[in-house]
């Protein structure tokens, strides 16, 4: 231990009352007088099959003290609908991250996330539909808000895509949610899926300084990135808003089997990107050190319901885990010192592995199967 190290302790159970705390202050749960099990049990096979990576069935089975898996389902459907869990969701992801957030202009990222469906869709509700990936034309999406501070990305806000929705709806809800907040904005990096004139007009409407990549529609870019070298041009999209296109050319040098020159378009309006190397320079640190919905897949429940509330549900959680290890870990993990904190090595899968033993351990998990004969001396030492 440092000497700069509190003597005090961030136990697992700790870690497990602080994520359930914050899901009950936040979504809290009315049960009937006559329901057996209490709200802190459902949220903890909520927040074990999270850390797990598992489904709620999965936690269920292998603890004696959880109850049902179709109880918890229940309950979780019921109580939370999806205008519910948008509305209260982004309230439970800026819970403690605005207090952590720098007194100066900070980073804001936009990402679009869409997650291959194949069933039926007929029977399932709240589908998002783009062009094929992955062998499918249907998904699950989700549109996130992040703040980026030192190279990590806190969540500050996330809406599911519906069929008929807009990318420039969820754009509008964001920068309205961003001017609302105490918070000062250097620029907005978006992801590729937000390139189109509405989006466009919107953040001029709002005067946010963004950079994004372009999407190649039309003869006039297509050909402007076939050719020449770095520069920046002027492009009119839609015939309804002109804006800087930044054009950056590198050398391929067999990168992924390719050669050649590779030409990058980022459309441009902010005042510390002069030139189109810093374009790219800066779009790319949108990504930070641990790319968040990376992170997110790792503490993503799985489910098969069709239920897009409790979809929803699930990936407010898997988000806010990572938040809370933020929080925890800058907050009291990273001994203050002069010239910044000195950081603990506790990596996101340490604290998920943590979170589920504390699970384990509250729900009573199953240490032992029953033998249809007396063991021998092979199981004996």
């Known amino acids: 231990m440092h000497p700069n190290q509190a003597d005090s302790e961030l136990k697992e159970e700790h870690l497990l009352n602080f994520v359930v705390n914050d899901l009950d202050d936040e979504l809290p749960l009315v049960l009937g007088e006559d329901v057996k099990i209490s709200p802190d049990e459902l949220y903890e096979v909520l927040v074990g099959a999270s850390a797990d990576g598992t489904s709620i069935n999965h936690i269920c089975k292998t603890t004696e003290d959880s109850p049902h898996a179709n109880t918890v389902r229940g309950h979780l459907t019921d109580q939370f609908e999806l205008d519910t869990v948008e509305q209260v969701g982004n309230t439970l992801l800026q819970r403690d991250v605005l207090d952590t957030l720098p007194d100066r202009p900070v980073e804001v990222v936009a990402d679009l996330h869409l997650d291959p469906y194949y069933g039926d869709e007929d029977e399932t509700e709240g589908l998002y539909y783009s062009q094929a990936k992955a062998g499918t034309t249907a998904f699950h999406a989700y549109a996130t808000l992040y703040a980026r501070v030192r190279n990590k990305r806190y969540t500050l806000a996330v809406r599911r895509l519906e069929a008929g929705g807009t990318t420039s709806d969820v754009l509008a809800a964001f920068l309205h949610l961003l001017d609302g907040l105490d918070l000062r904005v250097k ?15 919107l953040l001029y409407a709002h005067n946010y300084a963004y950079a994004m990549p372009i999407v190649k529609w039309g003869e006039t870019i297509q050909d402007e990135l076939s050719r020449g070298w770095s520069r920046v041009i002027e492009h009119e999209l839609a015939g309804t808003v002109t804006f800087p296109v930044f054009i950056d050319c590198t050398y391929q040098r067999g990168r992924y089997d390719e050669h050649g020159v590779a030409r990058h378009g980022y459309a441009v309006d902010a005042p510390f990107i002069t030139t189109p190397r810093e374009a790219r320079y800066h779009y790319a640190k949108r990504f930070g050190i641990e790319a968040s919905y990376r992170l997110a897949k790792q503490s993503l429940a799985t489910t098969s319901s069709r239920d897009a509330g409790l979809r929803l549900l699930l990936f407010v959680v898997s988000l806010l885990l990572q938040n809370v290890w933020r929080y925890l870990h800058w907050r009291y993990v990273a001994a203050p010192r002069r010239g910044g904190r000195r950081l603990w090595w506790w990596p996101f899968a340490e604290f998920c592995e943590m979170l589920t033993r504390a699970v384990w351990t509250a729900l009573g998990v199953r ?7 007396p063991l021998d001396d092979r199981f004996i030492r």
């Open 187 to 201: 620029a907005v990096y978006l992801d590729r899926g937000f390139y189109n004139s509405t989006c466009l007009g």
């Open 367 to 373: 240490r032992a199967v029953p033998a249809n004969q």
